[in-house]
Antibody, heavy 124, light 110 residues
Framework: EVQLVQSGGGLVKPGGSLRLSCAAS????????MHWVRQAPGKGLEWVSS????????YYAASVKGRFTISRDNVNDLLFLQMSSLRDDDTAIYFC?????????????????WGQGTLVTVSS | QSVLTQAPSASGTLGQRVTISCSGS????????VCWYHHLPGTAPKVLIY???QRPSGVPDRFSGSKSGTSASLAISGLRSEDEGDYYC???????????FGGGTKLTVL
């Protein structure tokens, strides 16, 4: 069974840092691009970042570029999102997601499946 | 303000057909594939349609997607109570080199 299990959320002060993890199982992790998507309270889904299979290509939303870093460990089947200089408006549920297909690049893919989500709260 | 535009709400009665629209531009919908997601608060979003019209295995054929120019639509026929929730369109945005989502449409089944 394909599974994405997330960890690492929590409460952090503005300006602080946090690292989210997403443990993958049930599929060949190194053959799929991976993604992070978030949902702020009362808001819609917002794409955050994507990473290609070999980490050669990294993509970020303008709202997080320079503050967040996406990475992956293809040996241990792990996806990470290192978040720094956190702001109040980064408060959201963060979802990791796998690409739906292996033969398509990041831009021509889709998100399937998604992790269970982890809450990040930025507040003093 | 989302790059892709969706009506904030839609409704239909049991068994009815409803359509949810998503409006974009030449740099997203027109030049790239559109996908649709269903999301219930507290759960993981689920893909309904990918590559404009393709349905993943397990998604009923009551769901169908279409695209024309800078707009895309999701049609749901034979509306059921479990279809309630939020529906999002998404596409790659060439000018941003990133994904963009619509603002979401909240579907209510009356």
């Amino acid at each position: 069974e394909v599974q994405l299990v997330q960890s690492g959320g929590g409460l952090v002060k503005p300006g602080g840092s946090l690292r989210l993890s997403c443990a993958a199982s049930g599929f060949s992790f190194n053959t799929y691009s991976m993604h992070w998507v978030r949902q702020a309270p009362g808001k819609g889904l917002e794409w955050v970042s994507s990473i290609s299979t070999g980490s050669n290509y990294l993509y970020y939303a303008a709202s997080v570029k320079g503050r967040f870093t996406i990475s992956r460990d293809n040996v241990n089947d792990l996806l990470f999102l290192q978040m720094s200089s956190l702001r109040d408006d980064d408060t959201a549920i963060y979802f990791c997601a796998r690409a739906g297909g292996t033969i398509f690049g990041v831009a021509h893919n889709w998100f399937d499946p998604w992790g269970q989500g982890t809450l990040v709260t930025v507040s003093s | 303000q989302s790059v892709l535009t969706q009506a904030p709400s839609a409704s239909g009665t049991l068994g009815q057909r409803v359509t949810i629209s998503c409006s974009g531009s030449s740099s997203n919908i027109e030049s790239n594939f559109v996908c649709w997601y269903h999301h219930l608060p507290g759960t993981a979003p689920k893909v309904l349609i990918y590559r404009n019209t393709q349905r993943p295995s397990g998604v009923p054929d009551r769901f169908s997607g279409s695209k024309s120019g800078t707009s895309a639509s999701l049609a749901i026929s034979g509306l059921r109570s479990e279809d309630e929730g939020d529906y999002y369109c998404a596409a790659w945005e060439d000018s941003l080199s990133g994904w963009v989502f619509g603002g979401g449409t909240k579907l209510t089944v009356l």
